[in-house]
């Protein structure tokens, strides 16, 4: 249900650069060094289009597979959000976490908005974050599930822990975890403790300026957070007041992702709205 951009391509483009550097070491390490100079040539620029390639290809391939979902789900694409759908999605402030400013593309929006429960049709959009390194730079993808409710709700923000801080010490992965939060503009939400002994604490933090936030994780919804996800994967919720996200980091989904995904997050509101 995760869409990935490693096609086979991918992985050949992997293999002839791996190629290309041993026989780079051999040109620097033996008596033929010319032959192995233009192999090592040959293979390096070999690599460097099959990822090219790839990488427009699986561009391509992305579009079209959304469109369909789009026609076979009333949504309408557009490739390209303006101004003001990407300032819906700023409000959060954990969207920081996982986009560059201003870089989001394939938004699907609901071509009938007159729901009675608006909660029925999210706003999907993908946010795009470029780490960069010392000898090169990666993109990293996240779609984004906006949804508007008919309650007004606390301001929260329940993080995901990443697998390195599930199994540190608990005390080094909240400071971890807390110093994230600061550097998404999150400096006057406090760490929540909730008192149930079934909530995850080792793959979740909650945050919130209401402590009234804790009384939203009832039962229920802890439960949806022990079971309803996959093994290993963890989702992040915002509320901001009747406005919630909820986003798997760094993953985007397939056809069948986007609908499991809506129909638990449908569920999880459902439970952040119950009455306890």
Same mark, same amino acid.
């Given at each position: 249900m995760k869409f990935s951009d490693k096609s086979?391509?991918?992985?050949?483009? *992997?293999?002839?650069?791996?190629i290309g550097v041993g026989f780079l070491y051999l040109y620097t390490n033996d008596i033929y060094k010319e032959n192995y100079k233009y192999i090592a040539?040959?293979?390096?620029?070999?690599? &460097?289009?099959?990822?090219?390639?790839?990488?427009?290809? +699986?561009?391509?391939?992305?579009?079209?597979?959304?469109?369909?979902?789009? *026609? *076979?789900?009333?949504?309408?694409?557009?490739?390209?959000?303006?101004q003001d759908q990407i300032d819906e999605f700023g409000v959060f402030k954990s969207v920081k976490g996982i986009a560059d400013k201003n870089s989001f593309l394939n938004i699907l929006v609901p071509k009938d908005s007159r729901f009675l429960n608006r909660s029925l049709k999210p706003k999907i959009i993908?946010?795009?974050?470029t780490v960069q390194s010392s000898q090169s730079s990666n993109d990293y993808f996240t779609q984004i599930f906006f949804f508007? #409710?008919?309650?007004?709700?606390?301001?929260?923000y329940?993080?995901? +822990?990443?697998?390195?801080?599930?199994f #540190?010490?608990?005390?080094?992965?909240?400071? &971890?975890?807390?110093?994230?939060?600061n550097g998404l503009g999150m400096m006057d939400y406090k760490k929540i403790e909730i008192?149930?002994?079934?909530?995850?604490?080792? +793959?979740?933090?909650?945050?919130?300026?209401?402590?009234?936030?804790?009384?939203?994780?009832?039962a229920k919804l802890i439960e949806l957070l022990n079971t309803g996800i996959k093994k290993n994967i963890t989702v992040? &919720?915002?509320?901001?007041?009747?406005?919630? &996200?909820?986003? #798997?980091?760094?993953?985007?989904?397939t056809s069948e992702g986007l609908d499991f995904y809506t129909n638990l997050f449908e569920v999880m509101i459902k439970a952040l709205t119950e009455k306890n």
């Open positions: 086979f391509l991918y992985y050949l483009a *992997q293999i002839f650069a791996f040539f040959f293979f390096g620029a070999l690599s &460097i289009l099959l990822f090219l390639y790839n990488t427009r290809r +699986r561009i391509k391939v992305r579009v079209s597979n959304l469109e369909v979902y789009a *026609q *076979q789900n009333n949504f309408e694409l557009l490739p390209n959000p303006d993908t946010g795009k974050r508007e #409710i008919d309650h007004e709700l606390p301001p929260f329940l993080s995901s +822990r990443n697998k390195l801080t599930s #540190i010490p608990l005390g080094i992965a909240t400071w &971890i975890s807390q110093s994230k939060k008192d149930n002994n079934n909530f995850p604490a080792r +793959r979740y933090d909650l945050y919130s300026s209401d402590l009234s936030a804790k009384n939203l994780f009832n992040n &919720i915002e509320s901001a007041g009747n406005k919630l &996200i909820f986003f #798997i980091r760094n993953q985007r989904h």
